[in-house]
């Protein structure tokens, strides 16, 4: 048996989907009880906070910013409605300079019909046209594949391959993958393909839960380190073996444990994080 | 545009499970109101009729067996219930022997614990002892990749690449791939992976329905063909320029379709097979 080397708590950052009841405020408050130095803000929180006082909060408090979630949704059915995508996501390029983040998480979208190759042209099209702009903004774009139960609904793009393959078009300093354990552990290739993304330097955030047997909703059913089936330290090593030494984000769409007090959600994640991640 | 050619009813089949208030005599009688020369019996309406009496009465309908569902979950925590699984396998082919089936369809399992890697091996481990018997009795296996989303509690086969990978370890005489557009559509290498598995002569089976948007549930969520967004006749062309041109099943899951009246159901199916596949 190998010896299991620990995480390092330090890395740990908390993604603001987490704790889904919370403000902006109170995430950041609730990071700093607990003693959790990173945070991944979501745009319609920072939206209701105002983004000048979002950037003030989170800079009093010391924290940093692992990624904005989140940009992408590239395809729609016209050519004017891809615009206002762009358009939106330019914005979201903004507010992640303007809070710091290093990264802006993109999920990428659905096909607005049953054109799936289409919809996975418009991603990759909308991507090109954004980097320039990120890139004068020091913003680098990570490329989120999702679960391919969310292939007709959030995402055309489901492989970390088929991320790999997306970015492989642009430098690594602009263009990474994100790879998140929920949406990937399935996959028979996962292991060769973090290796792959290593090997370009393209790993750009790491998120952490778990998949719940048997799982409770499609959306709303990811669980918490520990309590599934994910191999989570497996996983954890062999994206840190390909290079990526950055923040952790514990991202978790779960009813019950939105219902849970912040408090308790992060200090039983600080707890599942170090016996599980 | 090509011009895109209808597919044969004479192909289609009734996947019992698409009609699961019927025991195996009504599906059967149905079958025969609708004219649908094909049929797909579960092993569990089969046992309800009796082995013999089930040979009997598709027999006397002159119906043909397109597959018998199901063999597979081979992975157990022990040598003991491994074993069990595959004296339960021996008997699933010995009935689709019995009933004339051509394929027994396998749903590989899930792991019993965290250890997906080691679940894999046990599917192939249980394949290969498989194997020999199912030749001896004139039954070809069909390894059936189920969607990403069953990964925990179906099937580690999960894409059409790695039935692929598994069956080329034997003849295609003796183990081949089923493809099923639930489970496949997602995938970016579905069109390449469906070119593989005719090259090497391995479509067994070729299952359709749809995938509805939202969707309602994730074991009994899937739609009637052409209420959801897959590329039914895309798929199924290329299905049939990889050599695969025996029957097709109609194999929906879903509670809504399940309460209504049999005849409807596959008077609709019809309609829809027509139209969309």
């Avoid at 996959?187 to 393909?193: E, G, I």
């Avoid at 959306?219 to 923040?247: H, S």
């Amino acid at each position: 048996m190998p010896i299991e080397q620990k995480v390092d708590l330090g890395r740990l950052s908390l993604n603001q989907i987490t704790t889904d009841r919370w403000s902006l405020r109170e995430a950041v408050e609730g990071c700093l009880r607990a003693d959790i130095s990173w945070i991944a803000p979501w745009r319609n929180k920072v939206a209701e906070a105002g983004l000048a006082e979002s950037r003030r909060l989170i800079r009093d408090a010391g924290l940093r910013v692992s990624s904005l979630c989140r940009g992408g949704m590239f395809p729609a059915a016209t050519a004017a409605e891809r615009q206002a995508r762009l358009d939106d996501n330019r914005r979201a390029v903004e507010e992640a300079a303007e809070l710091g983040a290093e990264v802006l998480v993109l999920v990428c979208g659905p096909a607005p019909d049953r054109d799936i190759a289409q919809g996975r042209q418009w991603v990759a099209e909308g991507i090109e046209q954004l980097v320039p702009f990120a890139r004068e903004h020091g913003i680098r774009l990570g490329i989120e594949p999702l679960h391919p139960m969310y292939a007709a609904e959030r995402s055309v793009v489901v492989t970390l391959a088929q991320a790999n393959a997306m970015a492989a078009a642009f430098s690594p300093d602009d263009v990474g993958v994100v790879v998140d354990v929920f949406h990937v552990w399935w996959d028979p290739d996962l292991y060769s393909q973090i290796e792959r993304a290593g090997e370009q330097r393209r790993i750009v955030g790491f998120h952490v839960s778990d998949w719940i047997v048997p799982t409770p909703d499609m959306l709303l059913g990811r669980g918490m380190m520990g309590d599934g089936v994910i191999e989570l330290r497996r996983i954890r090593q062999a994206v840190e073996a390909a290079g990526y030494t950055g923040p952790i984000e514990v991202e978790i769409f779960n009813r019950a444990i939105w219902d849970m007090p912040g408090d308790e959600v992060l200090a039983l994640m600080k707890q599942r994080y170090v016996e599980h991640v």
